[in-house]
């Protein structure tokens, strides 16, 4: 399927949000999401799926000043 990825067009396999994190290499990482806007809790993605057009934000925080 096709969708959004941090503002990128990205082709993944998905089904879930918890799949393509793990797909892309953040599937232990420590993230923030969001889809289509809207904040996605990490005890969620393992049961949210994905549509072909979403848009998932995946962010980690940074540190420094």
């Not at 949210?48 to 940074?62: C, I, R, V």
Request: hydrophobic letters at 45%.
């Amino acid at each position: 399927m096709n969708i959004i990825l941090n503002g990128e067009r990205r082709q993944v396999t998905g089904p879930t949000v918890a799949d393509v994190l793990a797909e892309i290499g953040l599937g232990t990482a420590r993230v923030a999401t969001a889809l289509n806007g809207e904040f996605l809790p990490a005890g969620l993605r393992s049961a949210t799926t994905l549509n072909d057009g979403d848009a998932l934000e995946a962010l980690s925080s940074m540190q420094g000043g």
